[in-house]
C-alpha cells in the first residue's frame, strides 16, 4: 500500500513540471494543452490496465460472515469457503 502511495503522490507532484516544461508561457495555446491531456490520457489508461491485469474477484475469507458471525483465517483451514458458507447462510 505504501508504493501505490509513493507512486501517486509522486505523479502529482511532477505533474506542474511536466505541464509546465510543456506549455510555453508567451503561447499558451490550445495545442499544447491537447498534449497534456493526451500524456495524463494514456497514464490513466496504462494503470486501468495494470489495475485489470492484477485484480481479483474473489471474496476474502474476512468478508464472510455465517450466522452473523465473521470467520477469521483461523476458522476457515477446513472450510471450502465457496459451498459450505452458502449453504449454512
Known amino acids: 500500500m ?3 502511495t509513493t507512486v501517486a ?7 506542474p513540471s511536466i505541464t509546465s516544461a510543456l506549455i510555453e508561457e508567451d503561447q499558451n495555446t490550445s495545442e499544447e494543452w491537447k498534449e497534456v491531456f493526451w500524456i495524463v490520457a494514456a497514464v ?10 492484477f485484480s481479483k474477484g474473489e471474496i476474502q475469507p474476512w468478508a464472510i460472515r455465517v450466522n452473523d458471525k465473521a470467520i477469521d ?12 458458507v452458502i449453504t449454512n447462510l
Not at 9 to 15: D, E, F, H, R, V
Not at 47 to 52: C, D, L, V
Not at 73 to 84: I, P, Q, R, T, Y
Open 2 to 4: 505504501g508504493v501505490t
Open 9 to 15: 503522490m509522486s505523479a502529482g507532484l511532477t505533474a
Open 44 to 53: 490513466n489508461v496504462v494503470g486501468t490496465i495494470i489495475f485489470a491485469i
Open 73 to 84: 483465517e483461523s476458522n476457515v483451514k477446513g472450510l471450502d469457503v465457496k459451498s459450505d
